[in-house]
C-alpha cells in the first residue's frame, strides 16, 4: 500500500502530507519497506509468473 492513500488517524489529514509527527513516521516507515513495497498483488503476481516460466525455460532447454 502507498502512503499517499492512507488518512492519519491522530491529525485526519492525508499521511502523504506530513502534518504531525505520526504522518512523518508512518511515510517514513512505508518509503523504507523496500523496492517491493510498493507493488501491488497483482504485480508481484505477474513478476511471480514471468519468473516460474523462465524456470521452466531453462529446464527445458537443459534437459
Do not use: K, W
Amino acid at each position: 500500500m502507498t502512503y499517499d492513500r492512507l488518512v492519519c488517524a491522530n491529525c485526519a489529514a492525508p499521511v502523504s502530507e506530513g502534518r504531525c509527527r505520526v504522518c512523518r513516521a508512518s511515510r517514513q516507515r512505508l518509503q523504507e519497506d523496500g523496492q517491493f513495497g510498493g507493488l501491488n498483488p497483482m504485480a508481484l503476481i505477474a513478476l511471480l509468473a514471468v519468473l516460474i516460466a523462465a524456470l521452466a525455460l531453462v529446464a527445458h532447454q537443459t534437459a
